[in-house]
C-alpha cells in the first residue's frame, strides 16, 4: 500500500481475504485493483480467482495480479478472452517502483501489462510442429517486449535497434503466427495471447 501511494495512487481499501477483495472493490469501483495469487482463507490461487471474477462481472476494473510463481497458466487464466485491463507481474517486480507504477498506470487506462519472463516462458515452451519455432531469437525478444505492452518505439529503445527494424520484426511475427496485425499495443498482447492459448 505505501509503494503505491508513494507512487501517486489513492488507496481506497485494503482487504483482508478474497471475499473481502470483491466485496470492496464492488464498493468503491477502483481504477485498478493489485492482489496477489495466494490470499485467505484458503491461501492457495484465491486471489486469482477472485481476479477472474472482479473481470468477468467489472470489466471496466482493471486488475494487476502478483505472483511469486513463474508459471504460465496463471495468467493464462485470468487474460481469458481478453487482455485489456489485466496485468500479470511477479513479486520481484515490485521492488522497481517506476516500473510497478507504470504497470498499474498502464493497465488502469485500460492496456496490459504482462511479466517479460512469464512470456518467454509461455514463448519458449517446445510443441510439436509450433509456428513459433520460425520466430528467430530476434523476433521472440520483440514478441515479449510487445506483451508487456511495450510501442515499437520502446521496443528499440530497449533492443537498441531503430524503429523501421522493430517494424519489420512485428510483421514478421504475425506473418508467421498468421495473426492480422493492429496498431493498439494492447490488440497486439491480446493477439499474441489468443495465439498462446489455442497451442497450450
Given at each position: 500500500m505505501h509503494v503505491l501511494e508513494r507512487a501517486g495512487f489513492e488507496v481506497v481499501g485494503v482487504a483482508?481475504?478474497?471475499?473481502?477483495?470483491?466485496?470492496k472493490t464492488n464498493a468503491h469501483k477502483p481504477d485498478v485493483v493489485i492482489t496477489?495469487?495466494?490470499?485467505p482463507p484458503d491461501g492457495t490461487d484465491d486471489g486469482l480467482r477472485a481476479a477472474i471474477e472482479i473481470r468477468a462481472n467489472r470489466p471496466d476494473i482493471g486488475v494487476v495480479v502478483l505472483s511469486q510463481f513463474l508459471?504460465?497458466?496463471?495468467?493464462?487464466?485470468?487474460?481469458g478472452d481478453r487482455a485489456e485491463g489485466v496485468g500479470y507481474l511477479l513479486k520481484e517486480r515490485v521492488g522497481d517502483l517506476d516500473l510497478f507504477a507504470d504497470s498499474v498506470r498502464r493497465v488502469?487506462?485500460?492496456?496490459?501489462?504482462?511479466d517479460p519472463r512469464v512470456v518467454e516462458r509461455m514463448v519458449g515452451r517446445r510443441r510439436a510442429s509450433s509456428p513459433l519455432?520460425?520466430?528467430?531469437?530476434r523476433e521472440r525478444q520483440v514478441m515479449a517486449l510487445m506483451a508487456?505492452?511495450?510501442?515499437?518505439g520502446g521496443i528499440a529503445a530497449e533492443l537498441i535497434v531503430t524503429v523501421p527494424a522493430v517494424e519489420r520484426h512485428v510483421t514478421s511475427i504475425f506473418d508467421k503466427l498468421g495473426l492480422r496485425q493492429v496498431p493498439e499495443d494492447h490488440r497486439r498482447v491480446l493477439?499474441?495471447?489468443?495465439?498462446l492459448k489455442r497451442t497450450r
Open positions: 483482508a481475504d478474497a471475499p473481502d477483495l470483491i466485496r496477489d495469487i495466494q490470499m508459471e504460465d497458466r496463471f495468467p493464462l487464466e485470468l487474460v488502469a487506462a485500460g492496456g496490459s501489462a504482462l519455432d520460425e520466430l528467430t531469437p508487456e505492452g511495450r510501442s515499437n493477439a499474441v495471447l489468443e495465439y
